[in-house]
């Protein structure tokens, strides 16, 4: 080292004092020491005149500057007459070492001995510096190592937990560049030992693969150990690696590493999924319930609430993004087939079977479609193929198929197409809209295209969860045939409704209404106009005020679900579409409110029938339609003259239907369908099923009052002291979730004052559950006390649950309680 190099060194010293005293035992800098050239500052070798020197420091020149430099061995204690000098102004010495830990500003012991050890980390004043931001005076040896850690990892952060989640994370991407430079600077050691005393993980030849594996054996066994304060720290660490959005993604690779290094797999083989439901460390865990729930489903030996309770812990999953959609198709499956293990089909009248649909019997359509819906979009290999058959089954042959028989037989019975119970299809403005008028009110009529009453049952639910929103359900019975045409023109204002010559279009007040245009200039009659939901919805905020405005009436058309099922090449994506249709429709419906839309109808020209599975032979009409004339053929319905009669269809003329023509109509028993060429066959309608008639009404209002709210979460403790590393608390749902009063997300934490004492990031759960029974409103939570818990022994620390404060990220206080933590000891998290 030069004394160009000590110079600057020197020059700091002199800043905060006005005497340095430069010990340089060797006398390797006393020739070149006139070359220092210090401004303001005189240079003094001592040479047996200490008293000398004393007295030109103190009495000659006390405000002088001086450098007072020393060579050869210092006598010790009294014999050095400069000793109370040195002790008050401190020696210099020029061994690099101690420049570097008097330029780093710390003191404590065992500093020099870490610099002079790790000569590679100094040897680079850029490192150095980085170091010395991440200093405080206080900082130990120890301290000091794990600061150069983190330098040479580039991060502030320098917590073994912080350390150990770069390393992971790098690990996870196959990669050890970081890991290298801490065995290059001759940190890896320290950070051994570090695991070791912290973490507990010892080993002979420690390498990141190894502790990877040793930590996903201690968390399988529930982290247990005999050990000193036992695995608690390596315990909250992972939770936080696991968690923390930072290193979530490395730990699920580790997690699928370590799964096959241990043959996980093979382990849980034998063990029921009643006993792992609580477990997801691994991903094979999630796989091998849902495969053994579903052949329990399948199999009948498990009953639908149980699969409810399992399907609803593994929520919590830290793998339940990949499985979300496998979880909702067998717990739909399980409650439908749980429903039709008892289903009655015995009802005495047209009326009182399509009361029993509208408030029980559509709800099996629903969870099919939701299984269906959820098994389709999952993707990857499948394991539900044999619950999907038990599905398909059933449903068409228990449901569909027994349903449309006994169905059938109130309709044979008809004399003629109505109802007591339901008013028709054909009085729909006259019963929700007209009187609006009448009253100088306006209204919007939102016409989905194929809209089943179990997909609007649905949107109804989604529209209730919209703040100030509110709507009611009510059915109405469809004309027959059930299809597009028809239906659409029932709904528009007229006094009468029949086919043209051909059958091929249908006339309201002889005026034609197939197609935007022509029912436009059929509502123009009342002060209406009609309008496509994707024009609407490409009109400005401002545009469809105006709409709005200058119309009396106002009915949209959506055409999603009969769009898609209605093509062969689409039509098994129709619950897909039924998805997409419930999100537009909501989204139509606010756009409508937002132009001061306050009367807002949504309906259906029709409903439809759909299976997934390729309908067997014997659901086909071996049979074709006979008569005079045949005017349109179609799988469900046909029109003619002169049909005749044929048990495999019931024949209805015009004035059983209400409609003003002489066209008959046939329409094939129960559920079966003529066999034409070209088409889908999976989704019909056109028909007289009570899925193809039952016709949805939702009338949604908007309020002018918020009338949503969050449920309300209480915390239960069961006692007020916390005297382990760990605590549960048990929290209760005090109500049940509903469209109106809605899912509440919570964190839990344990603080002192402003201070987090244990898990961090903070655990979240959600309340959401619908049950009314009190029972299946607990939660409980487990947090373990971290290393700052140390601090506050014997003092009261606050359990709190957290909210989001809505649309930013800070967090308030929701509900709390008051333990004192009183443990008999501590752990070690020094690093």
């Not at 992971?168 to 600077?185: F, H, S, W």
């Not at 004339?629 to 469900?636: G, H, Q, S, T």
């Not at 023509?661 to 066959?681: D, F, N, T, W, Y």
């Amino acid at each position: 080292m030069s004394v160009a190099a000590i110079r600057p060194h020197l020059e700091r010293r002199f800043v905060d004092h006005r005497v340095v005293f430069w010990h340089d035992a060797e006398g390797q800098f006393s020739s070149d020491l006139e070359i220092l050239d210090l401004p303001s500052v005189t240079t003094v070798r001592v040479g047996n005149d200490e008293y000398a020197i004393k007295n030109r420091l103190l009495h000659d020149h006390p405000e002088d500057k001086f450098l007072v430099y020393r060579s050869g061995q210092v006598p010790a204690g009294i014999d050095n007459w400069l000793l109370d000098l040195e002790l008050a102004y401190g020696v210099f010495t020029a061994d690099r070492s101690s420049l570097v830990s008097q330029d780093l500003g710390l003191t404590a012991d065992g500093i020099e001995e870490v610099v002079g050890a790790q000569d590679k980390f100094f040897n680079a004043d850029k490192r150095v510096q980085s170091l010395k931001t991440l200093l405080t005076p206080t900082d130990d040896a120890a301290r000091l190592r794990a600061k150069m850690s983190a330098v040479v990892l580039g991060q502030k952060e320098h917590s073994l937990l912080e350390i150990t989640r770069t390393l992971l994370t790098e690990n996870a991407r196959g990669q050890r560049t970081k890991y290298d430079a801490l065995v290059y600077y001759e940190l890896a050691d320290f950070y051994w030992r570090g695991a070791a005393s912290i973490y507990g993980y010892e080993s002979a030849s420690p390498s990141i693969e190894d502790f990877i594996l040793w930590m996903f054996v201690k968390a399988i066994d529930g982290f247990k150990s005999d050990r000193p304060g036992g695995l608690q720290n390596i315990q909250l660490d992972f939770a936080s690696l696991r968690n923390d959005r930072r290193s979530q993604e490395a730990l699920s690779i580790l997690a699928k590493r370590a799964s096959v290094d241990l043959d996980y797999k093979a382990s849980i083989e034998a063990v029921s999924f009643r006993d792992l439901v609580a477990d997801d460390l691994f991903e094979e865990t999630d796989r091998k319930i849902i495969v053994d729930l579903a052949r329990a489903v399948t199999d009948r030996t498990v009953t639908a609430r149980e699969v409810a309770d399992v399907i609803r812990a593994r929520q919590s999953s830290a793998w339940i993004d990949g499985y979300r959609q496998l979880y909702t198709a067998i717990g739909a499956a399980a409650e439908m087939l749980s429903a039709l293990s008892t289903i009655d089909f015995t009802f005495s009248s047209f009326d009182e079977a399509l009361g029993r649909y509208c408030n029980d019997w559509f709800r099996i359509d629903q969870l099919y479609r939701h299984f269906t819906y959820a098994r389709r979009t999952y993707e990857g290999p499948h394991p539900l193929d044999p619950l999907r058959e038990q599905v398909e089954k059933c449903y068409t042959n228990k449901f569909v198929y027994e349903l449309g028989n006994a169905w059938q037989k109130q309709v044979d019975a008809a004399d003629k197409w109505g109802s007591s119970a339901l008013r028709s299809q054909r009085s729909f403005y006259g019963n929700y809209v007209e009187q609006l008028v009448r009253e100088d009110k306006k209204a919007v009529v939102i016409i989905s295209d194929a809209l089943r009453y179990e997909v609007a049952e649905e949107l109804g639910s989604r529209i209730r969860q919209e703040d100030r929103f509110d709507a009611d359900l009510e059915a109405v019975l469809g004309v027959l045939p059930s299809y597009t045409q028809l239906g659409m023109a029932a709904l528009l204002p007229h006094r009468t409704l029949k086919h043209s010559a051909d059958g091929k279009t249908v006339l309201a007040d002889d005026q034609p209404t197939n197609g935007t245009g022509p029912r436009s200039k059929i509502l123009e009659t009342v002060g209406g106009a009609a309008v496509q939901a994707e024009d609407f919805k490409a009109l400005s905020p401002e545009e469809r005020r105006e709409l709005f405005k200058n119309n009396r009436v106002l009915y949209i058309y959506h055409d999603v679900i009969d769009a898609t099922g209605d093509k062969p090449g689409t039509e098994r994506r129709v619950f897909e579409a039924a998805e997409q249709a419930l999100g537009e429709l909501v989204d139509l419906v606010k756009k409508a409110a937002n132009a001061n839309a306050t009367n807002i109808f949504v309906t259906a020209d029709h409903g439809f029938l759909f299976q997934d599975e390729a309908l067997p032979e014997h659901f086909y009409l071996s049979e074709k339609p006979q008569g005079d004339k045949i005017l349109v053929a179609n799988r469900r319905y046909v029109l003619g003259h002169g049909l005749k009669d044929d048990p495999a269809f019931t024949t209805f003329n015009s004035v059983q239907l209400e409609l003003d023509s002489e066209i008959e109509v046939q329409i094939p028993k129960s559920i079966h369908r003529l066999k034409l060429a070209g088409g889908g066959s999976r989704f019909v309608h056109g028909g007289a099923t009570l899925q193809e008639i039952v016709v949805p009404v939702l009338a949604v209002n908007k309020k002018r009052k918020s009338d949503t709210r969050l449920v309300n979460v209480k915390v239960l403790p069961d006692t007020d002291k916390i005297t382990t590393g760990q605590i549960v608390v048990k929290l209760f749902q005090s109500e049940p979730a509903s469209d109106k009063v809605q899912l509440r997300t919570l964190r839990a934490g344990l603080f002192v004052g402003d201070t987090l004492i244990s898990n961090d990031p903070q655990p979240e759960l959600t309340f959401d559950s619908t049950s009314t029974e009190q029972r299946d409103r607990y939660q409980s939570i487990q947090l373990l006390l971290n290393k700052d818990a140390n601090d506050y022994n014997n003092r009261p620390v606050e359990f709190r649950l957290e909210e989001r404060i809505p649309n930013t990220n800070q967090w308030r206080v929701y509900e709390k309680a008051v333990y004192t933590l009183r443990r008999s000891f501590t752990s070690d998290f020094d690093f």
